[in-house]
C-alpha cells in the first residue's frame, strides 16, 4: 500500500513557489472524491478507485518511442514530448508556432472538479501550444503523452490566434496500474481552425479522468475527434463553449469496450451565442462484459439565436453481457434555434450478416466487416496516419474478443 | 457436371408452412425457370435454400453433387456451389463490395479490374462499386451489383429472386444475357424465379416449373410460358381440400 496523500504533499512542498497548488490540494480535499450518487458519477466504478494505489512523484524519464510513436512523429512538422505530464522535448519547429511551459493558474475555473482540482495541484506544468495569428501550419503538431510513473496530470493549452489553422494529434500511451488525469483546453480566436484527434490507447490496467474545454470566438472551427481503446475506467468529458456567433464545432468520440472496461462520456455544447452550429457524433462498441455510457448536453441560452445543434450516439453491442447507457439532455432556453438527438443501442444487424453469409463470407468475416464498417464513418475523418493505426487497434482487439450476437 | 436437386422440401414462416412438398432437380449449364402468382412460395424457396433466419425448414433435402445443403451454414451453402441473388439486396454501410467479395473468397489479385469489367457488361456504372455495399443504389443498380458478385464468385447455381421485377426494359436484357452467358462461361445453372415472362425472351429456359401452394403443379419447355401468358395461372391452380 502508497500514501497517496504524503507523496501529493510532498511533491506540493517541493513545488512551494507555485501558491495555487496548495489551493488546488485544499479544493480537492475539501470536495473529496465524487461518488457514484453524484449523477455525473453515478456509472463510474468509483468503489473500486483506492487513490492510496498510486504515488505522485517527479517525472520519469522519457521512455523509448514505441514504433507507433515513432511512426507518427515522422510524419509530423513538430512532435512534443510529455512524459508524466511534463514537457520533456519539442523536435521540429514550425514557422508561427511555440511551445511553452508555465506554472498552472488553472484551479479557480474548475472550483467543483475533484479531479481537475487535483491535476491543478500536482501537474507539472500547464504545457502551452501557440499558433501565431494567420499562421497556417500543413504538418500536424504530434504530442505523445506516455504515462510511466504511477500518476500523470497533463495540462494543456492549445491556443490559436485570429485566423490561424492547424491540425494535433495526441497519442496517450503507457499508463499501466496507473492514474493519468489529463487536462487540457482548446481557445480559439476569431476565425481560427483547430482539427484535434485525441487518440487514448492506455494500457488496460489504467484509470483515465480526462477533461478538455473548447472556447471559441466567432467563427471558430474546432474539430474534435476523441478516440479510446485502453484504460480501465476511461472517462472523457469533452465541453465546449461557443462564446461568439459563427461558431463552429464538430465532435466525434469513438470507443471500443473489452474486459470489464467502463467508457464514460460527458459532453456539454454550451451555445452562448447565436448562428453557433454544433454536430456530435459518439459511436461505440462494447464487447465481453465491458460497459459504456454516453451523457450529452445540449445548452442553448436565450438570444443565441439560429443556433443548430446535433447530438448523435449509436452503440453496438457485441456480447449479452455489455451494456450502453445512452443519456442525451436538452436545456433550450431560446426558440429561435434547430436542435436534433438521435441515439440506438443494439446488436449486429442480423439480416446483414445473413446477406453476407449468404455470398460465401464466413460468419465470422461478416461481423468484422460489419464492425469496421460501423466504426468506418469515425475513421474516414481522422488524419490518414492516425486512422490507419487506430483501424489496426481496433482490429486486433476485436481479434481478442468473443463476438456474441442473437 | 453438377446436379442440384430438391426433394420434399417443407419450409415454414412466422408459423404458416409456405412450402409443402417441393420437389426439382437440375443440372449445370441448364436454366430453369420457376413461375408462380403471388404467395405461392417461390420467394420462400429462395431465402429458404440460402438459409436465411426467418424461414424454417420442416421436411426435405437440398443436395449439390451428393452434400446436403440443409445441414450447413449459409456460408457453406454459397460455397459449396449455390449463390442467391436477391430481389431487394440489401445495404450493408461501410463495407465496401470489394472487401465483401475478397472475404467472400474472390481472389485479390485483379478483383478491382474484373469488377469493373462485370459492371460493364451488366451496363452498371463501375464508380458504382465503389460505394458501400448497396447504400443509395437504385433497385436496378442493385440488381446489376449481385450480378456482379455472382460473375466474380461463379458459382456452380444461381438462383435469382425476382431478378427482373424494378428492372427496365434494358436492364433486364443486360441481366438476362449475362445470364445466359453465365451458363456456357463457367457452366453455371440458373434457377430463376419469375413473375413474368418478359425475362425469357433473352434468357433461354431449358425448364419450366409452375409452382402453386407450395408445389411444383405443372413442368415442362418454353412452350408452358406461352399457356401462362395466354391463359394466366388460374388453370394450374391446385384447389385446396
Redesign the interface.
Known sequence: MKNFTQSALAYIADHEDSPTRLEAWNTFSALGLPSTVDEVWRYAPLGDLDLDCFTVGAPSEAPALSAFAHELGERAGLVIRVVDGDLVDVAGSLEGVSVERSESTWSPKYASDAFAQLNCALSPATITVRVADATHVDQPIVILNTTRGDSSFPQMLITLGRSAQVSVVEYLDGGVDSLVVPLTEYDLADNSSLQVSTYQRLDATAWHVARSTGHLGRDARLRQAVISIGAHYNRSRNDVEFLAAGAENELRTTFLGSGHQVHDFRTHQFHRAGRTHSTLLSKGAVADESRSVYTGLIEIEKGAKRTDARQTNHNLLLSPHAHADSVPNLDIRENDVMCAHASSVGPLD???R??????????R??ER??I??????MLATLPPQLAEVVERDLGETLGHVEIVTP | MSTLTIQGLRVEVAGKEVLKGFDLSMASGEVHVIMGPNGSGKSTLAHALSGHPGYRVLEGSVVIDGVELLDLSPTERTRHGLFLALQHPMEVPGVRPVDLLVAAGAEREGLLERMRSEARRVELRPEVLERFVNVDLSGGERKRAEMVQLAVLQPKFAMLDEIDSGLDVDALGAVARRLQEATTEWNCGVLAITHFRRLLQELTPTMIHVVSEGRVVATGGPELAEILEKDGYEPFRIVQK
Open positions: 442480423e439480416l446483414q445473413w446477406y453476407l453469409e449468404s455470398r460465401g463470407v464466413t460468419r468475416d461478416a466487416l460489419m469496421q464498417g460501423f466504426f468506418y464513418e
